[in-house]
T-cell receptor, first 115, second 113 residues
Framework: AQTVTQSQPEMSVQEAETVTLSCTYD???????LFWYKQPPSRQMILVIR????KQQNATENRFSVNFQKAAKSFSLKISDSQLGDAAMYFCALINAGNNRKLIWGLGTSLAVNP | DGGITQSPKYLFRKEGQNVTLSCEQNLNHDAMYWYRQDPGQGLRLIYY???????QKGDIAEGYSVSREKKESFPLTVTSAQKNPTAFYLCASGIRGRNYGYTFGSGTRLTVV
């Protein structure tokens, strides 16, 4: 069975600082994709970043980057120059590239940004 | 602009009533999904559909029903058989066969009164 684990229920960061959110996963598939989603207080789920498992290069999107360690099955999210608008729940998710594709979700990390 | 529209934003249901949550998308996505979100439990999949007139149960389908008569629409009915329906419900869509991630609606908060 596939699982996604986020071991940090809550984290905080000072504005303009850098924070890293952890995610580990387990899958027996070799072809899969990993995602980080952000859910702000509005509760709209927003895709932050996406990583293909077959790519060694870590994905980046502006201030957001990942550290993808395939052998360790680790997929952490780094937020640089944190802004007040980054305060949200962050969810890590996994999808296998097979026919029965469903996102497997972690339980989320609540990030607070302190001014 | 393309996107997913969920309505209503807030919904109140009396005990024993069925209610239907609307989800409409104009993204031309084949696949659509319904999730339930409860505090501390993350997102749990209720039903999903990858093509019109076809849908599959997710992990917590009991007490829910869906239909997919049109590509754009995937309504969710919460029946009286659902014992604890108070939750936040999210609808999502995606491109079948592509792993670009899902697009989500803004959600419906259902409360049983």
């Amino acid at each position: 069975a596939q699982t996604v684990t986020q071991s940090q229920p809550e984290m905080s960061v000072q504005e303009a600082e850098t924070v890293t959110l952890s995610c580990t996963y387990d899958t027996s598939e070799s072809d899969y994709y990993l995602f980080w989603y952000k859910q702000p207080p509005s509760r709209q789920m927003i895709l932050v970043i996406r990583q293909e498992a077959y790519k060694q290069q870590n994905a980046t999107e502006n201030r957001f980057s990942v550290n993808f360690q395939k052998a360790a099955k680790s997929f952490s999210l780094k937020i640089s120059d944190s802004q007040l608008g980054d305060a949200a729940m962050y969810f890590c998710a996994l999808i296998n590239a097979g026919n029965n594709r469903k996102l497997i979700w972690g339980l989320g990390t609540s990030l607070a940004v302190n001014p | 602009d393309g996107g997913i529209t969920q309505s209503p934003k807030y919904l109140f249901r009396k005990e024993g009533q069925n209610v239907t949550l609307s989800c409409e998308q104009n993204l031309n996505h084949d696949a659509m999904y319904w999730y339930r979100q409860d505090p501390g439990q993350g997102l749990r999949l209720i039903y999903y559909s990858q093509i019109v007139n076809d849908f599959q149960k997710g992990d917590i389908a009991e007490g829910y029903s869906v239909s997919r008569e049109k590509k754009e629409s995937f309504p969710l009915t919460v029946t009286s058989a659902q014992k604890n329906p108070t939750a936040f419900y999210l609808c999502a869509s995606g491109i079948r066969g592509r792993n670009y991630g899902y697009t989500f609606g803004s959600g419906t908060r259902l409360t049983v009164v």
